[in-house]
């Protein structure tokens, strides 16, 4: 069963910068794809950021030009890079993995943005 950690999350100002990561107990961001999905209180899942096994890199339009998504296969950890922040990108942040048959997801870390 493979564990995902996120940390990194907290309180920020709107312009400012933060990076959150993601954690795996085992190597298997070389394999699979990985992505970052944020959710604020009242809303669905949103899919932000995603990175293929090979290292392609997607993101939705609302954070492009201000996020970064990139990873570590020797420390088995992903990124996410996030500038600018914006009040509207508040939200707890979740990587998640599709390794078929399972799906792998974090707890969240928190990413408040806020004056």
């Known amino acids: 069963q493979v564990q995902l950690v996120e940390s990194g999350g907290g309180l920020v100002q709107p312009g400012g910068s933060l990076s959150i990561s993601c954690a795996a107990s085992e190597n298997i961001f070389n394999n699979h794809a990985v992505a970052w999905y ?32 990139s990873k570590d296969n020797t420390k088995s950890t992903v990124y996410l890079r996030m500038n600018d922040l914006k009040p509207e990108d508040t939200a707890m942040y979740y990587c998640t993995v599709p390794a078929w048959p399972k799906n792998y997801w974090g707890q969240g870390t928190q990413v408040t943005v806020s004056s």
């Not at 392609?56 to 954070?63: G, K, L, T």
Request: net charge positive.
């Open 38 to 69: 944020r959710q604020a209180p009242g809303k669905q899942r949103q899919l932000v950021a995603s990175m293929s096994a090979s290292g392609f890199a997607d993101y939705v339009d609302s954070v492009k030009g201000r996020f970064t998504i």
